[in-house]
Structure formats: structure tokens, C-alpha cells
């Protein structure tokens, strides 16, 4: 029990404690569990969406930055967590019911813990300030990625969405500039972060503020390329014009012959 409130026992230079990985792994699965329950799946659907969320944006992460450890394999806690989870959600769904908009607010937290413990890593191991970013972001939203393919379904980050992925990249671009920059304890800075992801979505939902989708700037790029070479055109026929007019002066023109 104690090396939960330890740090990495790897790296030093990680302050984050790993009952904030375990807190992450936790919120992520109960998120995976409110999908299974709304989906009427299966024990099995249950575990496996569970860690689908709860570890699947961690297991990315390690993937891709192949250094250390990969958190899910060598930690003790993590698949357990995510199981039990899933499995007491499964065997007493009744709060899952009554719940409302749950999910929603699971989410989000998840969001938010993942691009934490994601964007610190790589910290930690000394990536670039966009390759920090880069992590944080695939941590916050590779869980829920990997489950909408699992689901059969377009994965929201590639989808219109009320600022999904982006908040994941605001928070962890926050705590990144926090402890780097600012050099913020990584208490405080982790606690920025997760205001600034959840603050950040919830703005997003309540005035429906959505990505961009199907843009087309070629007509307007058209247009303003029209505009300009027709103003090209009438600063030409202006310059010659004014050159050829003959130079006024005071005095008359000579008589040709003198």
C-alpha cells in the first residue's frame, strides 16, 4: 500500500504520486462502464470497455514514447482496479442508472487525469515541449478513441465535436507551461490543468462551442486572388496612363523652329 503514495519508482525526476495514475485509471474505466451499461453489454463487454478506457490511452503513450515502463504491465494495481471496477458497476448498475449525465462529467474528469499523468511523463523523461503536448493529448483521449473503435464507431476525436480533443490539448499545454516555464509545483500545476480541461468542456457544452468541420477556404481564396489582381490591374492603367499625360508647367511651349 505505501507505493501508492510514492512516486514513479523509476524516475526521479516524476512528483506526481501514483495513487494520481490509479485515480486516472479508476475514472477512465467507470467511464468505459457507463458506455457498457448504455449499450447493455455483457460482464465481459463491461471488463473490456473498462480497460479499453481505464488503460488503453496509457498503453498508447508507453507505446509511442518506448521508454521506461509500460505503466498497465508493471504496475500491481492498475488491471485490478480497472477490473473491479467494471465488475462491481456490472453486479450493482443502479447508480449507473440514476446517475443522468454521468458519463458526461466521467468523461471529461478523465480527460483531464490522463493529459495530467500523460503530459508529466514525458516531462519527466525530457521530450520536447510538443512532444509533451503530443502525449498528453494521446493519453487523454486514446482510451476513449480505442473504445468507439472496438464499438464500431467514428471516434469522436475525428469527429464535430464540443472541443473533445482540444481541451485535452489546452490542459495539458497549461501544466506543461506551469512547471516548465513557471516552475509551479506539479501539485498546483496538476490542479491547473484539470480546472483548466474540465473548465474548458464544460464551456464548451454549455454554449454547444463544436470544432470546425467540412471547410472549404478555396472560394474565398478565389475571390480575394480576383480582387487583388483587379486592383493590380487598376494601379497599372493608372501609372501609364499618368506618364504618358504631358508634364504641365507655368510657362508656354516653345515655337517649333526657334
Not at 504496475?75 to 448498475?93: K, R
Request: net charge positive; charged share 15%.
Amino acid at each position: 500500500m505505501p507505493e501508492l503514495f510514492t512516486t514513479y519508482p523509476e524516475l526521479a525526476a516524476v512528483s506526481l504520486p501514483t495513487w494520481v495514475d490509479l485515480a486516472s485509471v479508476i475514472v477512465g474505466s467507470a467511464g468505459g462502464v457507463a458506455v457498457a451499461r448504455s449499450r447493455h453489454l455483457d460482464a465481459v463487454g463491461f471488463v473490456g470497455l473498462a480497460l479499453l478506457c481505464g488503460l488503453g490511452g496509457g498503453l498508447i503513450r508507453d507505446i509511442m514514447m518506448q521508454v521506461g515502463s509500460v505503466y498497465m504491465l508493471d504496475s500491481p494495481f492498475a488491471i485490478p482496479a480497472s477490473a473491479a471496477t467494471a465488475l462491481v458497476a456490472f453486479l450493482f448498475p443502479r447508480p449507473l442508472d440514476r446517475a443522468g449525465n454521468l458519463l458526461e462529467w466521467l468523461d471529461i474528469a478523465a480527460v483531464a487525469l490522463f493529459a495530467l499523468v500523460g503530459t508529466d511523463k514525458a516531462l519527466a523523461h525530457g521530450f520536447l515541449p510538443a512532444s509533451c503536448l503530443l502525449m498528453g493529448i494521446m493519453t487523454g483521449v486514446g482510451g476513449g478513441m480505442l473504445r468507439d473503435v472496438f464499438l464500431g464507431e467514428v471516434p469522436r476525436i475525428f469527429q464535430r465535436s464540443t472541443l473533445y480533443a482540444v481541451c485535452a490539448l489546452v490542459g495539458s499545454a497549461a501544466y506543461c507551461a506551469a512547471v516548465a516555464l513557471f516552475s509551479v509545483s506539479k501539485l498546483w500545476a496538476g490542479l491547473l490543468c484539470i480546472a483548466v480541461t474540465i473548465g474548458l468542456r464544460r464551456w464548451s457544452l454549455r454554449f454547444d462551442v463544436q470544432t470546425p468541420a467540412d471547410v472549404d477556404l478555396g472560394p474565398h481564396v478565389r475571390r480575394g486572388v480576383r480582387l487583388v489582381r483587379r486592383q493590380v490591374r487598376v494601379v497599372s492603367r493608372v501609372t501609364r496612363a499618368t506618364r504618358k499625360r504631358p508634364r504641365e508647367s507655368g510657362r508656354p511651349a516653345a515655337p517649333k523652329g526657334l
